[in-house]
């Protein structure tokens, strides 16, 4: 009777977990038993391993085979673990040597023939066993997709289990992901294209550069969705840090990350229709939702009253913490969650209140209906709410050109390093608050009256100096003035519409 252990991975939200797998021959009829919680993808191995290992050459154990899954109080879900209890196997009957089998770390899927395909989750199980000192041992394009976040441990590469009759080649992390650069420019997307939208550029420069939520509001056809589609290319770039959690969320997904690995910054628009599961994760097993997708970048709500309002509540929390806490019965789910909120949404119903050259035909219930789906305590959370109107049509027919992406990144670029040198020179405790904004006894007075004129509460007056200390960056000024503040409050109008509910002429 024979026993031994192989390093394996099991993915749990968006980390992967240790997994020791165990096996042990015992006397009996030929039979493999897998215990240590695995669930229905794991049982279903035992066929894929005993035909593969048949296909292969291999001879399958004529005994009782026992393997554990360590530690045995943690579900153990996906079809990575083929690989590592198929090496265990066939090292505890003497099949294949046992030398440095403790050094590795054995993620793959077994096909029938023996072959070894990738899994979802290639960045977790790079960094578990980068932590773990351990080299990942698996497919070529999953070591291809996953070794640039192993830096500093080879990765050996293993495509079908009749290679290890003859050994598996290495491959070192340099070999893996391309270079990273901060060019943003490859997209197509440029806002130059989208055409007498100026003052919505201008609001959507002052949400870029302080990262604020945004809100925009007009009829249908008027832009909304071209302008929410380029807000990425005036980003900066993703920092290291950012891609890396970018790049998690996405592999644990099965995604794609060459743009992040590039630096550039994810854009989700999810539908509607989307479930509370899809927008902030959950689902057997749990995985990351939309809001987690978006981390790092933009997270795009369009038709925003449509969306369930029970769903668009549960992005209160990420919004304020920049973490999505999910608590389940076999422990708590935490997923990064910091992203820029940018929503769009039509006046009314019908689309056109406030829309000149068109007639609404919605009643003033219908629209006030509407208008409250979105829920108070989210709308608190959206700092910059902005009116786009139909675009001239002669400037249009044109082809007229506005500010493009470069320009509008300049200023974006130029008024985050103001505030990173501001931030430096002030104390810590201060920053984020109203006294950290630095406004001056103008400011203070204006903002006085128009949170009485407006009847803003203590988050949106907050909220309203945080958008005027913006605009002061943008000019490169230490302190906040009051044409700075009346800006400011221009944009916490929330639908800001004009006219009767039937429209206008």
């Not at 794991?42 to 530690?71: D, H, K, W, Y």
């Not at 809100?215 to 807000?231: D, Q, W």
């Not at 770039?237 to 950012?242: F, G, K, M, R, T």
């Not at 992203?339 to 009314?348: D, H, S």
Request: proline share 5%; with cysteine; aromatic share 4%.
């Amino acid at each position: 009777m024979g026993c031994l252990t192989i390093h394996a991975a099991t993915l749990r939200g968006v980390e992967a977990a240790h997994v020791t797998v165990e096996v042990a021959l015992t006397g009996g009829l030929p039979n493999i038993t897998i215990v240590g919680k695995p669930s229905a993808s794991v049982l279903e191995s035992r066929n894929r391993i005993r035909c593969a290992l048949s296909q292969c050459g291999f001879e399958v154990p004529r005994m009782g085979v026992t393997v554990n899954l360590a530690p045995s109080d943690m579900k153990k879900t996906g079809t990575g673990l083929d690989l590592p209890m198929a090496i265990a196997i066939l090292a505890a009957t003497g099949q294949i040597p046992t030398n440095d089998l403790d050094r590795c770390l054995f993620v793959g899927e077994l096909g029938l023939g023996g072959m070894v395909s990738g899994v979802s989750g290639g960045i977790a199980y790079a960094l578990l066993a980068r932590g773990l000192g351990l080299a990942l041992v698996g497919p070529r394009d999953f070591i291809l997709s996953s070794v640039g976040a192993s830096t500093g441990e080879d990765a050996l590469i293993l495509d079908n289990l009749s290679q290890l009759k003859r050994g598996v080649p290495s491959l070192t992390a340099s070999e893996g992901y391309a270079t990273r650069c901060d060019n943003v420019d490859a997209s197509a997307l440029d806002y130059a294209d989208v055409v007498d939208q100026e003052s919505a550029k201008r609001a959507l420069v002052i949400a870029a550069a302080g990262g604020h939520g945004a809100l925009m509001t007009g009829p249908p056809g008027a832009g909304k969705t071209m302008l929410a589609k380029r807000l990425p290319t005036i980003l900066p770039p993703l920092e290291e840090d950012e891609a890396l959690e970018a790049m998690l969320v996405h592999s644990v997904c099965a995604l794609p990350v060459d743009d992040i690995v590039l630096g550039r910054r994810p854009f989700r628009a999810p539908h509607h229709a989307i479930s509370l599961a899809g927008l902030v994760g959950g689902g057997n097993p749990v995985t990351p939702g939309e809001a987690s997708l978006a981390h790092g970048g933009v997270l795009f709500l369009d038709e925003l009253p449509e969306f369930s309002p029970s769903v668009l509540q549960s992005l209160r929390q990420p919004m304020e913490d920049g973490e999505i806490r999910l608590v389940r019965a076999d422990g708590t789910y935490s997923f990064p969650s910091r992203f820029q909120l940018l929503a769009a949404a039509n006046p009314c119903p019908c689309g056109h209140f406030g829309d000149r050259g068109h007639v609404c035909r919605c009643s003033p219930s219908q629209i006030a209906r509407y208008q409250a789906r979105v829920g108070g305590a989210l709308m608190d959370r959206i700092d910059v709410f902005v009116d786009v109107t139909r675009p001239s049509a002669s400037d249009v027919i044109k082809g007229t050109r506005g500010l493009s992406s470069s320009e509008m990144r300049a200023q974006v670029m130029r008024g985050r390093e103001f505030a990173s040198w501001r931030r430096s020179r002030q104390h810590m405790e201060l920053d984020g608050t109203i006294e950290g904004c630095s406004l001056s006894g103008k400011a203070q007075s204006l903002l006085e009256l128009m949170a009485e004129r407006l009847s803003l509460g203590g988050r949106a007056i907050a909220r309203t100096a945080r958008v005027a200390r913006t605009i002061a960056d943008l000019v490169e000024r230490e302190s906040v003035e009051a044409d700075d503040i009346a800006e400011a409050c221009a944009y916490r109008s929330r639908y800001a519409l004009e006219g009767d509910a039937h429209g206008s002429s």
